[in-house]
Each structure stands twice: as C-alpha cells, then as structure tokens.
C-alpha cells in the first residue's frame, strides 16, 4: 500500500487521452458505438503493455512485469487478433433481389 498513488492513475488516464482522440469529441475518431470504443482500447492496451518500449529502462511494461520474454510486434498483435477471429463457413448461394422497379 505504500506504493498506491491516485497519480499514477491519473498519468495513465493522461497518456490514454492524449494517445488515443477516441475520447475527443470534435475528432474524426470519435466513438459513436460502445464495441468500436472497446474494441480501440482494447487494441491500445494490448499496444502500450506489449508492443511499446520504455524511455527510462528500454522494456514494455509486460517485459518488466514478466509477462514475456520479448518485445512484441504488429504483426503478432495482428496474429493473435486472427487466432481469435471465428472462421467463417461457406457462403450460401446468391439470391437475387427484387427490386421495386422489377415489379
């Protein structure tokens, strides 16, 4: 407990806003969807733990807690998205659609 800190929270709550115009209303980037909001930070956490290097000590943060033994890149990030990603089957055939000027 001696080591809790409410700035530590609010650097980290600093760094994500400033990385991240998601939480920017007047941006491009806005979320206007929860699963688009969660699935962009979901993506920025797996970033900035596992793909992101620290200035002082030259590790990511998951590095120094132990979680890997290596720094990991964009496309393992990408690898491990389409892992998870269900496989699609095939696609039935094509139906045509009737159009009211077809009537």
């Given at each position: 407990m001696a080591h809790v800190s409410t700035s530590y929270v609010e650097r980290s709550n600093l760094t994500m806003r400033m990385s991240l115009r998601r939480f920017t209303w007047l941006t491009n980037a806005f979320s206007k969807k929860i699963n688009n909001h969660i699935h962009a930070l979901s993506l920025y956490f797996v970033f900035y733990?596992?793909?992101r290097t620290h200035?002082?000590?030259k590790l990511s943060p998951a590095?120094?807690?132990g979680v890997t033994d290596k720094l990991w890149s964009?496309?393992?990030i990408a690898?491990?998205?389409e892992?998870?990603?269900?496989k699609?089957?095939?696609r039935g055939p094509y139906k045509r659609r009737v159009e009211a000027a077809d009537v």
């Open positions: 733990n596992f793909t200035e002082a000590h590095m120094a807690a964009m496309e393992d690898a491990l998205i892992a998870r990603a269900p699609l089957g095939r």
